[in-house]
């Protein structure tokens, strides 16, 4: 991955967003504060904005200046959250960026996010579908997988794992107050992270 493919990432990534923000926002209303897709579609708009108005000059870079943006300029809990793995993945990654490091930093990444919202797998929140992903990766390191195919792994992982959250009960965030009635709604946080990983994916098809 050069700067180039991870900005091109944030724009699929911003793409898919703001053509799912209106269902976002639906299921953040069923369990949450419904402002989801909306924020985090405004989000994305400005990471675009941030890195059109500095390249970055590498991946490391480019993952710093979106996870500060994130953080800076999208409310409720999704831009500190997001923030969080950006900004972590780009303080850890390193160079050359093989797919070894980058799922590596990945990990780093998802680590900080579940110790900010102080979730694990299983309380229905975007780590039911960063963690997964997260593994698939490494996986696909561990069997020397391509790229491409290691990618789109971690993507179906993430997919699978946002699914899953339909029956679980809650139990961080505002969701968790509703109880069993948390039950049969999948988690908005869950399923905007597989679209990030499935942004991923497509630009590494892309790219390849």
């Not at 405004?42 to 480019?62: F, I, M, Q, W």
């Not at 792994?153 to 969701?175: D, F, S, V």
Request: hydrophobic share 45%; glycine share 10%.
């Amino acid at each position: 991955m050069d700067a180039s493919l991870c900005v091109a990432w944030f724009e699929e990534a911003a793409r898919l967003v703001h053509r799912d923000r209106d269902r976002l926002t639906r299921l953040d209303a069923e369990i949450g504060d419904g402002d989801h897709g909306t924020n985090l579609d405004r989000g994305l708009t400005e990471v675009r904005k941030a890195l059109a108005e500095s390249p970055p000059g590498s991946p490391a870079e480019a993952l710093t200046i979106a996870g500060t943006t994130l953080i800076r300029r999208v409310g409720g809990a999704s831009g500190p959250l997001y923030g969080s793995v950006f900004r972590q993945m780009g303080k850890a990654l390193r160079s050359p960026v093989t797919l070894a490091a980058f799922s590596a930093a990945f990990e780093e990444g998802v680590v900080a996010v579940e110790r900010l919202g102080k979730a694990a797998l299983g309380d229905k929140t975007m780590v039911d579908a960063l963690a997964p992903a997260s593994r698939a990766l490494a996986l696909a390191v561990r069997d020397g997988v391509g790229v491409r195919e290691a990618v789109e792994q971690a993507a179906r992982a993430a997919a699978e794992g946002a699914e899953a959250t339909i029956p679980m009960r809650a139990r961080k965030g505002r969701a968790s107050y509703l109880g069993e009635r948390s039950v049969g709604h999948m988690d908005p946080g869950a399923a905007s992270s597989a679209l990030f990983m499935e942004a991923l994916a497509t630009v590494a098809r892309e790219a390849a």
